[in-house]
């Protein structure tokens, strides 16, 4: 099994940074994916952006730009890197880990970290 923990989230003012981290934990060997999602009340959990075992990354429209994610394959951590936040990237930040043995994929998220933007 594969434990997430989330930290960095909090309240900041539009334009401002935040950095997400998450650190997975247990049996991490194996894992070819991590990224993060958020979710909105009433809305699908949608992909912002994610990381490959060889460094290939992938980002929503709306963060392009904006965001940046990175890995420390040695800590088994992931970051997101958030500039430029606006009132609309409030919402509950997600991160997931996926990790592939003998040809099947296994899934694991962690309890999502809140992101606040307001004056």
């Known amino acids: 099994q594969v434990q997430l923990v989330e930290s960095g989230g909090g309240l900041v003012q539009p334009g401002g940074s935040l950095r997400l981290s998450c650190a997975a934990s247990?049996?991490?060997?194996?894992?070819?994916?991590m990224g993060w999602y958020r979710q909105a009340p009433g809305k699908e959990r949608e992909l912002v952006a994610a990381?490959?075992?060889?460094?290939?990354?992938i980002y929503a429209d709306s963060v392009k730009g904006r965001f940046t994610i990175s890995r420390d394959n040695a800590k088994n951590t992931v970051y997101l890197q958030m500039n430029s936040l606006k009132p609309e990237d409030t919402v509950v930040y997600y991160c997931k880990a996926v990790r592939t043995v003998s040809g099947r994929e296994y899934n694991y998220w962690g309890q999502g970290t809140q992101v606040t933007v307001s004056s």
């Open positions: 990381i490959t075992r060889d460094d290939s990354t």
């Open positions: 247990g049996s991490t060997a194996f894992i070819n994916f």
